[in-house]
């Protein structure tokens, strides 16, 4: 029997766009495309959330051009896929939930070994992720290929839009292509792409305009952000503020605050125990397997973990800005949801909790106080490599993907 007093369960509007309630399947690549075409297993993987009563689910990292997929697994946002996805988008809308859709572009962060170039961000130099498979390096862009990159984003956004999407998912953190523009670490250009604040969120705000372009004013864009990249000299809590500002202000209509990089600190971003011995269980590549053993444990300490752990953070953009606020963090059992919505967050975003638990809105509506039956063991961080695609090896082997 559905708990019409709670909060969480009562739906909203996101630029037009009506979500039966305010918890969304957050991005989480899935693994499930072999060879970049979305394969039953990543409709059915979608498939129970839409049956367990999410509101909106999101498809994890929609790269927006080829050589913006960090492997060959993921997929990418053409016409030569567009009956597939066009499928994918249409099945999971079949069981009453919308669909979005995470553009991502890994910049210089790559280990797609069919790309027949070295991967491109803002600045030159080592491509740690490419190591393995022997892509060392990866190279600055030129001015042509930053308006490549936008023609990019552009030219996915209408794809996207065409094949059904209900929103778009603007990646602008975690480590990758637009965040590494936003980062004083990775972006060292002396052009009007680095430098100052100002520069360096140039391009991302191009990005922003020309998806906003494509897709028209009436049509929902939500943007992730890292609030801070963990080393001191990376993105800081109040550069994001700035950040969020801007985006604001060019228009997004909602923004959701992660935290730490795939690259630099993922451990910001998950908090609890380490994903080193899961992502040691599921990486087959030697090499890497020995770089993770000798640097594993420094790159990925545990982090106690704590419910709603950017909460306090995530508050202070809430402050500034006017756009829709999505939570995303830790957010595990009907309690939290409650105190977050009634901090004036408008959604929230579930990762592991919805994991371990598909069918949480369901078992909400039934108990209000239902707590998540994750541990935040973390052992579904390594499942990104798992030929049966990600999910949460202490409640399910995976065979049902
Ligand atoms: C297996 C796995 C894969 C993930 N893949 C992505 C991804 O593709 N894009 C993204 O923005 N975040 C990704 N994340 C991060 C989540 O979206 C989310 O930010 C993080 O798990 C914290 O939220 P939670 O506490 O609700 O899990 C992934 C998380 C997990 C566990
Ligand atoms: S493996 Fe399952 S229980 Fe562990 S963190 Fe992931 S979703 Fe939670």
Redesign the pocket.
């Known amino acids: 029997m559905l708990v019409t007093s709670n909060l969480a369960l009562t739906s909203a509007n996101l630029n037009g766009l009506t979500l039966k309630n305010r918890l969304i399947k957050?991005?989480?690549?899935e693994n499930l495309s072999p060879n970049g075409t979305p394969s039953q297993g990543l409709l059915d993987f979608h498939k129970q959330f839409a049956v367990g009563g999410v509101a909106m689910t999101t498809i994890?990292?929609c790269a927006v051009e080829n050589a913006g997929r960090l492997n060959a697994n993921m997929l990418t946002m053409h016409e030569d896929f567009r009956k597939e996805i066009s499928q994918l988008v249409k099945g999971i809308q079949s069981q009453g939930c919308k669909v979005s859709g995470?553009m991502?572009h890994c910049g210089a962060f790559s280990k797609n070994h069919t790309l027949k170039t070295r991967p491109k961000g803002p600045s030159g130099g080592l491509n740690i992720l490419g190591i393995a498979e022997g892509m060392w390096f990866c190279d600055a862009m030129t001015l042509s290929d930053i308006d490549h990159l936008v023609d990019a984003y552009r030219n996915a956004a209408i794809f996207m839009k065409s094949v059904g999407f209900d929103a778009l998912e603007i990646?602008f953190?975690?480590g990758y292509g637009l965040c590494q523009f936003l980062s004083p670490l990775t972006n060292k250009r002396k052009d009007i792409y680095g430098g100052s604040l100002e520069n360096r969120l140039r391009l991302p705000l191009r990005v922003l305009a020309a998806v906003r372009a494509a897709v028209g004013n009436d049509f929902p864009i939500l943007g992730?952000i890292s609030m801070s990249e963990g080393p001191r000299t990376g993105i800081s809590y109040e550069d994001s503020i700035s950040i969020c500002k801007a985006l604001d202000e060019a228009g997004i209509d909602a923004i959701i605050a992660?935290n730490g990089t795939s690259t630099m600190n993922p451990m910001l971003?998950?908090r609890g125990d380490s994903i080193l011995p899961s992502l040691l269980k599921y990486e087959k590549n030697r090499l890497m397997r020995f770089i993770l053993r000798l640097m594993g444990k420094k790159m990925f300490p545990s982090l106690p973990f704590y419910e709603m752990y950017l909460l306090e953070q995530a508050k202070r953009i809430r402050e500034v800005v006017k756009c829709k606020m999505v939570y995303?963090?830790?957010?595990?059992n009907g309690d939290n949801f409650t105190q977050i919505l009634d901090s004036g967050f408008d959604f929230i975003?579930?990762?592991?909790?919805?994991?371990a638990d598909p069918d949480l809105p369901q078992k909400l509506a039934a108990k209000p106080h239902y707590k998540s039956r994750?541990t935040?063991c973390?052992q579904?961080?390594g499942?990104?490599e798992s030929p049966q695609g990600?999910h949460c090896p202490p409640f399910f082997d995976g065979s049902r993907t």
């Open positions: 957050a991005g989480t690549f994890g990292y995470q991502g990646h953190g975690h992730k992660s971003m998950f995303i963090g830790g957010a595990s975003q579930l990762g592991r909790t919805l994991l994750c935040h973390n579904c961080v499942t990104i990600i």
